[in-house]
């Protein structure tokens, strides 16, 4: 991904919520079944690190990109924006 697309995804994700948190409990299948699904449908995400995840925000953005096969875009303060292309959805 280049510099000109990845400011592109940031301005967009600056304009949606998380839709997923990582607590306590960390990163299962499930969660990342989840996940996945979200990707799928709407190829960027936006998920909150709780302050009492075992986690912090960069290992989790690392583990999420790698589990759910997507891209790291940016992770700022407790949150981490990724994003997958979805080659079936048209632009």
């Known amino acids: 991904m280049d510099n000109k697309y990845r400011k592109k995804l940031i301005s967009a994700a600056s304009k949606i919520k998380p839709v997923f948190r990582v607590g306590k409990s960390g990163i299962t299948e499930i ?3 989840e996940i996945d699904k979200a990707l799928s449908a709407r ?3 936006k998920i909150e ?3 009492n995840s075992l986690l912090d925000p960069d290992s989790a953005a ?3 990109a790698k589990k759910s096969r997507s891209e ?4 700022a303060g407790r949150k ?3 994003f997958r292309k979805n080659e079936d959805k048209d632009e």
């Open 49 to 51: 690190v709780n302050r």
């Open 72 to 75: 790291i875009v940016l992770v």
């Open 62 to 64: 690392e583990e999420l």
């Open 80 to 82: 981490v924006v990724l």
């Open 43 to 45: 190829e960027l995400i």
């Open 31 to 33: 969660f990342i079944s």
